[in-house]
């Protein structure tokens, strides 16, 4: 297990003992070679300890070593000071929610053993900074998002003869302004768990603002100690309205209706406390490893796990809006697309399986109220400002034909539960966001003459806009504070259970199961 510590979320905040535990490890390498353990100025002056080649192929059987040495034509590459370095790098490597010392390798007796062990660990280091702990295309079929793609066995080696080990470890991992901050909130997080905390608000029934609970005085406190209630917290067990407001705040950032009453939810997010957080950065900060480091500088990204779109222009964040997105059982998969045209006042080519199940059963009366007909086998839904896919279509084009669009069905928007369609993303204001990209690209009278006439037509864009379907449960907020949302799919825990974590805590929002068919707004 990579992730370590006692609750198996991580390396603890403060280990001074890993340090010495390395130190030790080392001195128990060298001792058992004849060597002392040098200080850095003197380990500049000593050479690699002598190992035979012949040997150290008996003991490379990993094919990553066998590939490593082969490459340097089997010679040594560690010094001790090389070693050194490299334990200094796994002390550090708690920003990035890993335990340094599940890295390092067991101690040895013979060079070549030393050799390898150290070549190995550095390897398995590397790579998981460099593109992750785990492969996410084998735990989710939905992922297919470009990755990170380094060779980190030609850069270890010349990392090693260069003495450059350490910078070079250090540039593996996101250098991102998101990434540094997520890390800087593990840090702090980790050095919080196992101080003296609340005690667990119990679920229980609803409580409405100006209602009476014997847990009204376990809430206040926790707003208090969270920062949302400024003053002493009184012993009141009425629903005060300032606990009622400090209530709705805590609600708005973490992506539920500010309501200021309290229910179970509310209660998982109250409950939630810097261990399930840092569990969650954990998380989070592996999946930004996955990605592919430089973002384009244009682009859209949607969160479906927050169900918020933002679009970037040359770097800046240019929009932003609402959407909704799959529901749980039809989750909107993690991929990147892009588009160059806009489709104006666009019919919808119902699937097949949304025609099967939800369209064709309800009969010839609802498919005309509906707009809907069957032409050549296909269904299809006319175009309109009532039809499901609205006035706009952002033209994406990926194997599991998911698109952005605009929709009928506004009021979904107010709501902070917004994992409702079939798959495909709704645009909050998209009739607006696609004016805008029109006046940007130049296409801005086409746009306008087009939506006026009623009809179909296909308005294309001066540039190819990327668009990345991501699903990050924790992620800066635009005012710059890290947040944290629920785990409408399920993936927080898969993943953890592919690191070894224990299973996260739900904090998801009974509004966000799958709806009712019967009930769910016609759509992709």
């Not at 430089?294 to 918020?308: G, K």
């Amino acid at each position: 297990m990579i992730f370590g510590g006692g609750d198996a979320i991580g390396p603890l905040g403060d280990e001074p003992n890993a340090a010495r535990t390395t130190r030790r490890q080392l001195g128990a390498w060298a001792l058992g070679m004849g060597l002392a353990v040098p200080t850095i100025a003197a380990a500049q002056l000593i050479s690699r300890p002598a190992v035979d080649p012949r040997v150290l192929q008996s003991v490379a059987t990993d094919p990553r070593l066998r590939r490593f040495y082969a490459l340097r034509g089997w010679t040594p590459a560690w010094t001790d000071d090389q070693a050194r370095q490299f334990s200094l790098a796994l002390d550090d490597a708690i920003r990035h929610g890993l335990d340094g010392d599940a890295f390092r390798p067991a101690p040895a007796y013979d060079a070549a053993t030393r050799e390898a062990g150290l070549t190995l660990a550095a390897l398995t280091y590397a790579d998981a900074l460099a593109r992750g702990l785990v492969d996410p295309t084998k735990l989710f079929k939905l992922f297919t998002l470009e990755r990170q793609v380094v060779d980190v066995a030609p850069g270890l080696s010349q990392a090693l003869d260069r003495r450059e080990l350490g910078a070079w470890l250090g540039g593996l991992a996101p250098r991102d302004a998101e990434y540094k901050a997520l890390s800087a909130a593990y840090v702090a997080l980790r050095a919080q768990i196992g101080r003296a905390g609340g005690s667990e608000i119990p679920e229980g029934g609803a409580i409405q603002p100006g209602g009476q609970d014997y847990r009204v005085p376990l809430i206040a406190q926790r707003l208090y100690d969270l920062g949302y209630l400024t003053g002493s917290p009184m012993a009141s067990q009425t629903l005060s309205a300032p606990v009622s407001e400090a209530l709705k705040l805590i609600q708005a950032e973490n992506g539920m209706q500010p309501t200021g009453r309290v229910g179970n939810t509310t209660i998982a997010v109250l409950n939630a406390g810097p261990t399930d957080h840092a569990r969650q950065l954990v998380l989070n900060l592996e999946r930004r490893r996955w990605l592919r480091r430089e973002a384009p500088a244009t682009r859209i990204d949607v969160n479906t796990a927050a169900a918020f779109l933002t679009y970037y222009r040359d770097g800046t964040l240019d929009w932003s809006a609402r959407a909704v997105v799959g529901s749980a059982n039809r989750a909107t998969p993690s991929l990147q697309s892009a588009f160059s045209q806009l489709v104006v006042n666009p019919p919808w080519n119902v699937p097949a399986s949304i025609a099967r199940t939800e369209i064709l059963p309800r009969g010839a009366a609802y498919m005309r109220r509906q707009g809907v007909y069957v032409t050549n086998g296909r269904v299809v839904q006319r175009a309109g400002p009532n039809a499901a896919l609205g006035l706009v279509k952002f033209d994406m084009q990926n194997p599991y034909a998911i698109y952005l669009h605009d929709t009928p069905s506004k009021a979904l928007f107010a709501r902070a539960a917004r994992h409702r369609s079939h798959g495909c993303v709704r645009v909050e204001n998209a009739i607006e966001f696609a004016r805008h990209l029109a006046e940007q690209y130049g296409a801005s009278d086409q746009f306008e003459a087009v939506l006026a006439s009623g009809k179909t037509g296909v308005v294309p864009l001066a540039a190819i806009i990327p668009v990345r379907l991501l699903y990050h449960t924790a992620f800066v907020d635009d005012q710059g504070k890290v947040v944290f949302r629920s785990d409408p799919y399920g993936w927080d825990i898969t993943l953890a259970t592919a690191l070894g974590l224990d299973k996260p805590r739900s904090t998801l929002n009974p509004e966000e199961a799958a709806p009712d068919p019967e009930s769910a707004p016609l759509g992709p």
